[in-house]
């Protein structure tokens, strides 16, 4: 051992000098802190900061109101779904919710996101009375053009693609609070809901909305991941990486990916790429 304070010949000023530490090159085709948090990365622009309001909102034990950005969110889950399958059938789609580590708000947010994404899809098929489309159908719409950057030409297109999106998502059993353990409580939900990620039993295709925690954030893989809304503020910054399951390759997707996190999140992941850019 050597004296970390003192100079030495060998070693210099640190135990650990770059010189004998070598960071490997990343690959060309995946995209990671660069990418997504440095001030030329080129997917910078599809992360978002939440409202601080927002953070503290979902952020409770047991959250009551689901805010408007997460509304956004899952309108882009949607809207990115209609979209690949305007290029191939089968194709595993899913949204990353994590904003605890408790069950209760994982299960809080399970449902009201169950009840606004069945709200959301009757209504966008509706038509009013006077023969003209439904708030919710314009506000589809302006979201795949200004933010996905669909045509107005190819209206009628899309539309026909979100209604097969609709369609053919469960909101009852693809809505998922994704924990560690079953819940056996003797006041469980009548309806069975899969508290797992089984990929590898829909061959064709997993369309999923996940909420959950730690076991959500490290432990599984998150197939298809392209919407994430992400708030939980670890004190653990430094282990922040593990937990962005956004990062990866996309290939051609890349342009839809979707990111959602708090100020402080953004902060610690600038940090992070400063830190890994010197």
Known sequence: LTDPWEMSPELGLSLY???????????SEHNGTTEFFSDFGYLRHQV???PRLD???????EPD???????QAI???????????GEKSQFHHSMLVHCSNRRLNHDNLELMIRHFGMGLAR???????DMSRTNEYMQMKARWEDEFEVSPEDEIHMDRLVKRFIRGFDWQSNVRSINSS???????PLYDVPNKLDYDDHPDGLWVIAVGGQILSRGLTVEGLIVSYFTRESALYDS????ARWYGYHGDLHSLIRVNISDQILRWFRWIHQVEAT
Do not use: C, H
């Not at 000098?17 to 690959?27: A, G, N, V």
């Not at 922040?240 to 937990?243: G, H, P």
């Open 55 to 61: 953070v503290e909102m979902v952020n409770q034990l």
């Open 182 to 188: 079953e819940d056996d409580a003797d006041d469980a």
């Open 17 to 27: 000098p770059r010189d004998f530490i070598l960071t490997l090159p990343q690959p």
């Open 75 to 85: 309108i882009d889950f949607i809207i990115t779904g209609a979209i690949k399958l």
């Open 123 to 129: 209504d966008y098929r509706r038509i009013n009375m």
């Open 65 to 71: 109101v689901i805010p408007l950005s997460l509304q």
């Open 48 to 50: 978002s900061q939440l």
């Open 240 to 243: 922040l990486t593990q937990m």
